[in-house]
Nanobody, 124 residues
Framework: QVQLVESGGGLVQAGGSLRLSCAASGRTDWIAAMGWFRQAPGKDREFVAAISRYGTTYYADSVKGRFTISRDNAKNTMYLQMNSLKPEDTSVYVC??????????????????WGQGTQVTVSS
């Protein structure tokens, strides 16, 4: 099994920055890719960004140029640097891990393990 724990959420003003972290433990050798999703109240879970074990990155159009995903394999930790934050970025951000290769890594139903989420609130 794989356990995922997010940290780094909080309250920030529009235009500000936050960095989220997702620490993985357990059978981390199973992980082919890790991703970030977000879910606002009353809305579907939305893909934000993903990164494969080889470093290939994927971004939603809504965050391209503002967010950067990275991972430190030695620390089994993934990061999401969020810059130029907007009120519409307000959501619970959840990290996920996928055991399989050759996936799109942009669909929630492809992921096998999920964290509990961390709240990000951007005030206008």
């Amino acid at each position: 099994q794989v356990q995922l724990v997010e940290s780094g959420g909080g309250l920030v003003q529009a235009g500000g920055s936050l960095r989220l972290s997702c620490a993985a433990s357990g059978r981390t050798d199973w992980i082919a890719a890790m991703g970030w999703f977000r879910q606002a109240p009353g809305k579907d879970r939305e893909f934000v960004a993903a990164i494969s074990r080889y470093g290939t990155t994927y971004y939603a159009d809504s965050v391209k140029g503002r967010f950067t995903i990275s991972r430190d394999n030695a620390k089994n930790t993934m990061y999401l640097q969020m810059n130029s934050l907007k009120p519409e970025d307000t959501s619970v951000y959840v990290c996920a891990a996928d055991k399989n290769v050759y996936r799109t890594y942009t669909k929630a139903n492809e992921y096998d393990y999920w964290g509990q989420g961390t709240q990000v609130t951007v005030s206008s």
